[in-house]
């Protein structure tokens, strides 16, 4: 069973644990693994440079939810973090004061970073710090290309009341509270997806779209040029599961960026703004919670196999049943 994973954000990384765990459930090697292959390709438009290192912060929350050395308590970073390093560069006047930096996640930074200078690839750099954990899942950047999103917004404080700013400024000091007139990707239109993405999509048995951010997370997958032609290439069903429950976000603040490209936050609106592969969209099915259900006819009736399952991923059950009935319904739609 080939199994590829579109993902991003702490939602991503929950998710992927969830299918790492059903497949070793399902498909158990005997040895705690699974005889699976899962590749998780991943969201690099929050990526940036900030004092002097290179951050990939979806990225890193794969690699250390995977390991099982991440802050469970804050959803992002390393366990047992300090950061006495952040705090003498706050001193110096470098890098940005909100966005804290610990000790142990800089020395991932600070090993990309002297890889990179040294002339490795982004994909090359993510295979040798998967290397040092038995993750049993592949990870891969969507492109090799630098691709930082930048948010347009509207601010009265500033002449002609907008300005650029990178999207984890946005995000992370004022929470999405500006509002977002436009994201834009830099370099995206020369970016190609990285080694091996490609071939996992069109060999996958099924490809599952996790409940991350559809426009900064899963939008930017969806923009590396020639990955959409992958997915409609591609024999597998592309089964997408909603990262809205009930009118609201699971987590984040999603609902700010859907409402910037004027999508509804809705898990029906998320289906559609994906759209049905059918009619030259994305998915072939999509999964909504139970608090979602009335939202399934319509779906059905435009293109989309629907069905409401529980989304919430509350552990690691939780999240294994989700990947478990994604997993259902792309084994189901394949057989047919």
Same mark, same amino acid.
């Given at each position: 069973? =080939?199994?590829?994973?579109?993902?991003?954000?702490? !939602?991503?990384? =929950?998710?992927?644990?969830?299918? =790492?765990?059903?497949?070793?459930? =399902?498909?158990?090697?005997?040895?705690? #693994?699974?005889?699976?292959?899962?590749?998780?390709?991943?969201?690099?438009?929050?990526?940036?440079?900030?004092?002097?290192?290179?951050?990939?912060?979806?990225?890193?929350?794969?690699?250390?939810?995977?390991?099982?050395?991440?802050?469970?308590?804050?959803?992002?970073?390393?366990?047992?973090?300090?950061?006495?390093?952040?705090?003498?560069?706050?001193?110096?006047?470098? #890098?940005?004061?909100?966005?804290?930096?610990?000790?142990?996640?800089?020395?991932?930074?600070?090993?990309?970073?002297?890889?990179?200078?040294?002339?490795?690839?982004?994909?090359?750099?993510?295979?040798?710090?998967?290397?040092?954990?038995?993750?049993?899942?592949?990870?891969?950047?969507?492109?090799?290309?630098?691709?930082?999103?930048?948010?347009?917004?509207?601010?009265?404080?500033?002449?002609?009341?907008?300005?650029?700013?990178?999207?984890?400024?946005?995000?992370?000091?004022?929470?999405?509270?500006?509002?977002?007139?436009?994201?834009?990707?830099?370099?995206?239109?020369?970016?190609?997806?990285?080694?091996?993405?490609?071939?996992?999509?069109? !060999?996958?048995?099924?490809?599952?779209?996790?409940?991350?951010?559809?426009?900064?997370?899963?939008?930017?997958?969806?923009?590396?040029? !020639?990955?959409?032609?992958?997915?409609?290439?591609?024999?597998?069903?592309?089964?997408?599961?909603?990262?809205?429950? #009930?009118?609201?976000?699971?987590?984040?603040?999603?609902?700010?960026?859907?409402?910037?490209?004027?999508?509804?936050?809705?898990?029906?609106?998320?289906?559609?703004?994906?759209?049905?592969?059918?009619?030259?969209?994305?998915?072939?099915?999509?999964?909504?919670?139970?608090?979602?259900?009335?939202?399934?006819?319509?779906?059905?009736?435009?293109?989309?196999?629907?069905?409401?399952?529980?989304?919430?991923?509350?552990?690691?059950?939780?999240?294994?049943?989700?990947?478990?009935?994604?997993?259902?319904?792309?084994?189901?739609?394949?057989?047919?």
């Amino acid at each position: 069973m =080939r199994i590829t994973v579109l993902a991003g954000g702490v !939602g991503g990384s =929950r998710f992927v644990r969830g299918v =790492r765990e059903e497949c070793a459930r =399902r498909w158990p090697d005997g040895n705690g #693994g699974t005889t699976a292959s899962v590749t998780v390709i991943v969201n690099t438009g929050d990526d940036l440079w900030l004092a002097g290192v290179r951050l990939s912060p979806d990225f890193d929350s794969l690699l250390y939810s995977l390991a099982g050395v991440n802050d469970t308590e804050r959803g992002w970073g390393r366990a047992g973090e300090s950061e006495r390093v952040a705090a003498e560069l706050r001193e110096w006047g470098v #890098g940005w004061p909100w966005f804290t930096l610990g000790d142990l996640d800089l020395g991932t930074h600070l090993a990309r970073t002297s890889w990179l200078r040294e002339g490795a690839t982004p994909s090359e750099v993510a295979a040798r710090l998967q290397s040092r954990w038995p993750l049993g899942v592949r990870l891969i950047p969507a492109t090799d290309t630098e691709v930082d999103t930048d948010v347009d917004v509207a601010d009265a404080d500033v002449p002609g009341g907008e300005r650029t700013m990178h999207f984890q400024e946005w995000w992370t000091r004022y929470r999405a509270a500006l509002p977002a007139i436009a994201f834009r990707q830099r370099n995206i239109e020369r970016a190609l997806p990285a080694p091996g993405v490609v071939e996992e999509i069109l !060999g996958a048995d099924v490809v599952l779209v996790a409940p991350s951010n559809p426009v900064v997370s899963i939008g930017t997958i969806l923009a590396v040029p !020639g990955m959409r032609e992958a997915l409609a290439e591609t024999s597998a069903p592309v089964v997408g599961i909603s990262p809205i429950i #009930g009118g609201k976000v699971v987590r984040g603040m999603a609902d700010a960026c859907l409402s910037a490209i004027g999508v509804a936050t809705s898990a029906e609106a998320v289906a559609r703004h994906y759209g049905a592969r059918a009619s030259g969209g994305l998915l072939d099915a999509w999964l909504v919670d139970e608090a979602d259900a009335a939202a399934v006819a319509s779906l059905e009736a435009s293109g989309l196999h629907a069905a409401s399952v529980p989304l919430w991923m509350h552990d690691l059950d939780t999240s294994a049943a989700l990947a478990g009935a994604a997993l259902d319904v792309g084994t189901s739609l394949r057989a047919h």
